[in-house]
């Protein structure tokens, strides 16, 4: 690989920028300075450094981000705040991009990758990856719901119905609820939420597969994840483990955060 392609994957630097740190003098490889942006690094075992900092190669780049309400799930748009935005401007990658979305007025947790074949795994229905969300609710939970999301509720689309995937939930409070989703559709919670009388205040994206939006992890802060993370995400999980994590850490979000 080419040294100045390999600074251009690893950082956020353009190809013009890392050419010219090369020929600077503040790239080294194994120690010794290169001025060369095409002198040919093995971007696995060789140790390259940038001003003095070591350059550490990963094929892909993972960050699980808590996103607030107010930001929009894109990589770019010219009039509104991105989730790329949030990030520091040496972790904007090239190739990142969100892995799902979120709705502007929902929060919690959305992973940002280069890693575009997991990240299709990860959010493709076919695969039911599931994704659980805590919604506060204008209204008490009622007993019947459990039935009505598990047997598909019905969304208008356009001109037709179209049946939801069968869907868990249960209450963690008299106007909290838990759901798992396996799909993704514009607004879906609040809209089979409103399909059985009800209306979503607020929601918080807490859980996808197994992996967890950590506790401490204040909005609009981010971290970068590994492949242990990744798998996790991917792993089959179950609505009564989320309900127990998301009653011990996530029942009270809404007064411990401002939204």
């Given amino acids: ?14 190809r013009k920028e890392a050419d010219a740190l090369i020929r600077s003098g503040a790239v080294t490889v194994n120690g010794a300075a290169v001025r060369k942006p095409d002198t040919a690094v093995h971007a696995e075992t060789d140790a390259v450094t940038l001003r003095g900092n070591p350059v550490i190669y990963s094929e892909f780049h993972w960050f699980l981000l808590h996103k607030p309400e107010g930001v929009i ?28 979305r979120l709705d502007k007025d929902t929060a919690g947790m959305l992973l940002i990758t280069d890693d575009g074949g997991t990240a299709h795994t990860m959010i493709s229905p076919k695969h039911h990856v599931a994704k659980y969300y805590l919604a506060q609710l204008r209204d008490p ?55 059985v009388g009800n209306h979503v205040e607020k929601l918080l994206r807490f859980q996808i597969g197994t992996l967890q939006l950590p506790p401490d992890l204040p909005q609009k802060c981010y971290l970068p994840i590994f492949n242990k993370d990744v798998e996790s995400a991917l792993k089959k ?5 989320a309900c127990a994590f998301c009653a011990a850490y996530y029942s009270s979000y809404w007064i411990n955060d401002s939204f």
Avoid: W
Avoid at 152 to 159: C, F, M, S, T
């Fill in 73 to 100: 799930t894109a990589a770019r748009d010219p009039k509104q705040k991105t989730v790329l935005d949030l990030l520091k401007p040496e972790d904007r990658l090239p190739r990142l991009a969100p892995c799902g």
């Fill in 1 to 14: 690989m080419r040294l100045d392609r390999f600074l251009t994957g690893q950082t956020a630097l353009s």
């Fill in 237 to 241: 999980s179950d609505i009564s483990d």
């Fill in 141 to 195: 939970f009622k007993p019947d719901y459990p039935a009505a999301f598990r047997n598909g509720i019905l969304l208008r689309e356009g001109d037709a119905d179209l049946q939801c995937q069968p869907a868990e939930c249960a209450a963690i409070g008299s106007r909290l609820a838990v759901l798992e989703l396996h799909e993704g559709k514009y607004h879906q919670v609040r809209r089979m939420f409103a399909a």
